[in-house]
């Protein structure tokens, strides 16, 4: 058995036919390197993209919640009395008051 004097002759010959033709391999591995180890590859692309959709979510959401406390602040402005009779107790000078506590609740 004798060695080959050159050992990359052995693994070209080896490959399919259309990788030996070296400005297909060529090809092959830039596309390889853009797809896959790249900084700007495909996958961080698709991960950026759900992230991108994920805060446009959370965005949503927190803008309903905003949405939401103004809604109670406004609420709390036009009934800030009520909630301070109900509870904290306060009354005016010339009224009484009568805690009335129901069953079961």
């Known amino acids: 058995m004798a060695i080959p004097s050159n050992p990359w002759q052995s693994m070209w010959s080896r490959l399919p036919k259309p990788l030996q033709n070296r400005y297909y391999l060529t090809l092959v591995v830039f596309l390889f390197i853009l797809v896959f180890l790249d900084r700007h590859s495909l996958w961080t692309q698709w991960r950026l993209y759900r992230a ?7 965005c949503k959401f927190y803008e309903e919640k905003i949405k939401e406390a103004r809604e109670e ?17 306060m009354k005016r000078s010339n009224e009484d008051v009568y805690i009335i506590q129901e069953e079961g609740k």
């Not at 991108?52 to 959370?58: A, G, I, N, P």
């Not at 602040?73 to 107790?89: G, I, N, Q």
Request: no cysteine; glycine share 0%; charged share 55%.
């Open 52 to 58: 991108h959709d994920r805060l446009e979510q959370d």
């Open 73 to 89: 602040a406004e609420d709390f402005e036009r009934t800030k009395e009520k909630y301070a009779r109900e509870h904290y107790y």
